[in-house]
Each structure stands twice: as structure tokens, then as C-alpha cells.
């Protein structure tokens, strides 16, 4: 175990020096700096307590974690403390960076094999031992994995990891929707039965194809459509051309973490023993061939937020361009979940025509592309007809009509199909408000999924983002409701480039002040992308994801209606059409449950009135808060719990109804088959 942990790091700001910003994710700014006493070069991450105040528990949980955990390849904090209101983090100074920095500036098409292998046996090494002490990262990807200046590997960032060995509230988060889209297992994104470890397995060959390649499957796309591909398209793997270069160990091992069923997946421990590990060398190796040569870690980073920046200015004009989108989110690490009116139209847009078959779906997309060529081609001659406004349309153009409906209505019977796959968060958003009933049931079958399954006749696929990161947590609530784990207040949310804040309505307080000023400069920046969700509107976030919850008066529902213009592509319009009405039903039923978390908030504002000296005394160490502000933040908490207990019993509720339905089903068609 490391030494180093043996020093004592001082628990106060002054003294330490940050440095130079050295990274950012969700929701932190990392900080090279110089710890005085010790004369020790470290990292600091700073995090931002007042804009993750809905996130307090994450942030315990993190912080928790990195200081029991201790094990080499494994991130270990030295220290934390409060410094007004950031959280500091005092961590051990990786050099290198993240893999997935050095790829951006120096791999952009990934790493050769030797070094994949040798990288991810690290990694693998580092889940072995998390799972064993019944850890899940829930959150393993490239940006998570810290090289320091001799090629040491350490996985970091535990903002996601949840404890298997968890009760109550704690074991329910693992039913949650955590991780990044990108790399986010089917089940996890399912929710139907919860997951466990295998969830990492899952996302570590996500990891491997993202080294192999330089970015993970499907990275280009929105959050939405990641869903969408990881649960109706086969896994992805190394087989198309590009691959060729690498072994046949390599490709089974990704081909076994990537199997859609989660207990068909190896465990960590199983998988050390794969014998593509056997390429694996020593961390040295890492430092010669991948690291030698880098520039200093800031001046990477500098570089790449200019790129950004470059990227930003030059796709303003673009903006509306999906793919230009996509790609932003990529590169600024949005992955937010938005179901803004609009942009899910857009979204919705983008889920069919010419991208759904892509360079990285061969062959088993086939029937599924042809369907779509169809379909645009009728859809086009249709739309030549209609601008001819030709009422003698020739005899071929009506067939076009009938084959243009007919595919529209397959398509969106696949859209729905889809939809149906997410059985609470995503699939209540978009579906609707879905009480659960044996037609559901029937429905969520997983076998609906698999059109075109290679891997056990399953089918699906992920996708990324390039500083990653877009967790989504919430709770299943399937009444159909949205409501997070996190809810607050009617607030509004601040897109900060790859974070977003939840702030009080109306208040534009943001930390002017020491590290985080960049931020400030950043947000300024990134005001095109801010999603607004106006006045009314109320909203959730939970690091990586965001879901913009759509008040009733929002300014999107006068948008809402789903009208087939002949200058739009039809095919947009059947999306839309199929995600309009899902929409609605959750405005409505949002707005329900706006009204009764509101209420739940002024009776817990009464009761605080009385309890408000016991409240302030249950504020953990960690966060010293002024008082106000803890105080509103236990009755955040509160509302919260209360919220949280009232979704899972329902939850409960809803799963033993279906197993119900299920068992009647089984002993009904057990019964006919007797009487046969
Ligand atoms: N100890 C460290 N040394 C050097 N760089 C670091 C260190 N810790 C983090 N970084 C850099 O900062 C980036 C963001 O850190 P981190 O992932 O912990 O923040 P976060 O807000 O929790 O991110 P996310 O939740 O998006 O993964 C990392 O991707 C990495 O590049």
C-alpha cells in the first residue's frame, strides 16, 4: 500500500498552491498544485457545493470511497475538507492524465495493443479488488483512467460507485440510471431488474473498444440515440475492417464483457485470467512508449479546451446541424439527457434515416436499413408529389403514399418498440406515463430488442462522449413519473459546458472567485448552449445526465403538436408524432408531481422551524456550510428521502405486480397445457 498515505496533508486552503487547471468533469475542476508543508506536487479537485447541492450525497459517497479504498491502481484521496463553499479534494498528482487526454492529443485513433492490454490489466486489476470489497464504479471509461509520470494506472473518480453490500436508500441507487451513456450497460439502462458488478464488465469493453479506437462506439450520437442503438442494436466489437490489426485475443475479450446479458458476462476476477492479458507489460512500459515525449499535463489540457473553444465558434453557425451537435457534446463532455420539446423533436429527428445503419453496423443491420431506404425513398418521392401539388398524382406516387405510410407506421412501431425497452426513466420520458399492465408486460420482453442480435441473439450498442461524463441518477418510479432522487425546488438549470447547475430560480450567484473563475469564463462561453428552460420550468440534474423536466407552462407546449408539413421529411414527423404524445403525458404528470414535492416542501419547511438547531447538528463534518444554507440543504434532503421512499415502495409495488402477471401467465399456459 502506498506510503504516502502515512503523511499527514493539511486540512486547510492555505496551504496549498493550485496551480494550473488540470482537468474538468462533471461536476469539478482538477488543480495542479503544491501542498506547502509537505513540499509534495498534488491534485486538488475542487468542487463546487453550492452548485451541487442536490448532490451532496454523491459527493460523501465519493469522497467516503477514495478515502477507504487503498489499493495501487486504485485513486486514493490524501485528504478532504471544506474551503468556503468548495469541497477540496487532495489527491495524488497523475502526470500523465487521463488515457483518454493523451488519445485526444496524441492518439487520436487509439492505442497499439501492447499498450491496450497493458492499460486495461490495470484497470481489470483495479475492479477485481473493487468488487471484491463489493464496490461497482458504475462510472469506467478512458477519462477515468490516470497515468502518473512512471505509467502507473490508478482508476479514479468514484462521483457514481455504489457499494453491493448497500441497504436501504443506498442499495436502491444501484436500480438508479447511473453512468455515461456511452459506456452505461443495457441493464443498467433497463432497470429492470437493477445490476450489479457485471455493469463494469460491460462498460471495461466499452473502454477497450475507446482505446482501440480512440473513442468509444457511437460516440458522435446524442445521449438519446446511444440508448436507443445500446439496447436494439447488436454489441459492438472489433470486427470491421479497421480491426484487422489486432488479435484474435483481443476481440474475445471484448466480445465477452460485451454480451447483453449481464450474467453471460465474466466476472472481473474470471476475466484477469484472459489470455489477452498476457501482452500486458509492466507500468514502465506505458511511460516509455505512450508518455515520453507528452506535453506537461496543463499545457495538454490548455490546448485541448482551445481546440474546444475552436470547435465552438466555428459550429455556432452549425448549431442546428445534428451532427455538429453530437459532435460538440462529444467534445465538451455534455451528455445530457434533455427533454426539451425541441430538442427531443430534434433528437427524435436524428434516430432514423441515413444513420441508424453506420460504418460500425455491417451486415446484421441489413433488413433494418433496407426498410429505412425504403422508407426514405417513398418518403422522398412523396414530398417531390406533394410540393407538385398534383391531384393526378401518377398511379406510382399513390403506391409510394400507402408504401410511405405503411413503412412510416413500421418505423415507428420500431421507435415505439424501442421506447418500450426502457421500462421506467428513459421509457417513461419518452413513452409516457406507463402504468404498468400485462400489455407492458408483454411488451418490455426483452426478445422484442433483439432484431438483429449477433451476440446471443441480442442487440445493442453504446457510444461516448468525449470528457465523458453524463450520469443520469434517478429513481424508478413507474407510475411514470421523472422524479429524480435529487428533486428540489422549482429551479432553473445552467448548461455549463460539460456540467450542469441546478440554481435557484432567478438567482445568477456563481462563484466569481479563486479556482473556479475559469468556470465563470466558461459559462460565458458556452451561453449558446445553455438550455433554457424558462420561466416555470423545473428541472433535475445528477452529474452526467440532465433531464429537463418540462413544466406544464412551458414554453414548448404550444410546439407540442405533431403537424406533417410537406416541407419537413416525413419520416421526422412520424419520430416526433410518436414522441409528442409520450411528452405530453409527462408534462401533465409532472406538473402533478411538481405540486405535491412543493407541498412536501413547505410541510418540511414547517417542521424545520421547529427542529432547526437538530437539523444544523446532523450536517456531517465534511460540509461546513453556513448554517442557512445546511439548513435548506437537510430539507432539500428530506423532501428528497421522502420523495425517494414514497418511488421505491411504488416501485416495489410495480415489480411484484408484474411478477404476478408473470406467474399467473406461466401457471395459465402451464394450466392450458395440462388440459391437452
Ligand atoms: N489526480 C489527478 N491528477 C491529474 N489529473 C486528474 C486527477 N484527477 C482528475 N484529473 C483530471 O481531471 C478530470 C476530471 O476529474 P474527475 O473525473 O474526477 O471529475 P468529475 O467531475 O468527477 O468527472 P466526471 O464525473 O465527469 O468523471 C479527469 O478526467 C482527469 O483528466
Redesign the pocket.
Known sequence: MEHVLEKRFPLNAEDYTLYEE???????S?YRALCVPLNEIV?I?VLDLEKCNNDLDGIRREVQTMNLIDYPNV?RAHCSFTAGHNLWVV????AG??C??IMKSNYPEGFEEPVIATLLHEVLKALVYLHAHGHIHR?VKA??I?LDSNGAVKL??F?VSACMFDTGDRQRSRNTFVGTPCWMAPEVMQQLHGYDFKADIWSFGITALELAHGHAPFSKYPPMKVLLMTLQNAPPGLDYERDKKFSKAFKELVATCLVKDPKKRPSSEKLLKHHFFKQARASKYLARTILEGLAP?GDRFRMLKAKEADLLVQNKALYEDKDQLSQKEYIR?ISAWNFNLEDLKSQAALIQDDDIPNAEEPQRDKKQKDRLDNFKVSAERLSAGAANHSDDAPTQDKEDLHLLFQDGFNNLQDLEGSLVSFPTKPLQALKGCFDMCEDDINNSSPRDLDHDGRIDNESSRPSTSL???T?SQQKKFPSGSLLPDNFLFPKMVVTDGDRDYLQTKYSSERNHSGPLQYRQKRDTNNLPLVDDTSDGAFFRRR??FTLTDLSPMGPSNSTSGPVVSPTSPPNQNFMSTAILPSLQCILQHNGLQREEIIKLIKYAEQSSGKNTESVEAGTGDMLQAPPATTRERELHFQVIQLQQSIGSLVEELQRQKMKNVQLEKQLNSMANRVEK
Open positions: 488540470v482537468g474538468e468533469g462533471v461536476s469539478a482538477v491534485a479537485k485513486l489527491m495524488p498528482y497523475m492524465g487521463s483518454l487526454h462510472d477519462g477515468n490516470l479514479a473518480d462521483g499535463l463532455g470528457q465523458q461524463n450520469t452529474g452526467r
